[in-house]
């Protein structure tokens, strides 16, 4: 198993770059595939993006291609969030989250390992 904690949120204007960060215990953490969600009131929580075990492949939601980047630091067990050209439609919780799946996945149900989350609120 492998326990997550979000940080690095907070409120920011709307063009400003926000970088989250999802440090993971236990050992095993570099055999996980990660992936970032985000909910908005109201909404279903929805994919944002997702790094592979090693950090050579990610994957991203086509609302965020081009604007977010997904890195990890296995030595330190930590994956990263970079926000950049936030809007405020990317106002949510976001969450990072684990799993075991080679393949790449973008449903909730695919990731049985979660954080708590951390707010991101972007102002116009």
């Known amino acids: 198993q492998v326990q997550l904690v979000e940080s690095g949120g907070g409120l920011v204007q709307a063009g400003d770059s926000l970088r989250l960060s999802c440090a993971a215990s236990?050992?095993?953490?570099?055999?996980?595939?990660m992936g970032w969600f985000r909910q908005a009131p109201g909404k279903e929580r929805e994919f944002v993006g997702r790094?592979?075990?090693?950090?050579?492949?990610?994957y991203y939601a086509g609302s965020v291609k081009g604007r977010f980047t997904i890195s990890r630091d296995n030595a330190k067990n930590t994956v990263y969030l970079q926000m950049n050209s936030l809007k405020t439609e990317d106002t949510a919780v976001y969450y990072c989250?684990?799993?075991?799946?080679?393949?790449?996945?973008?449903?909730?149900?695919?990731?049985?390992?979660w954080g708590q989350g951390t707010q991101v609120t972007v102002s116009s």
């Open positions: 790094i592979s075990s090693s950090g050579g492949n990610t």
């Open positions: 236990g050992r095993t953490f570099s055999s996980y595939a």
């Open positions: 989250a684990g799993t075991n799946t080679i393949v790449i996945r973008t449903t909730v149900d695919a990731y049985p390992y």
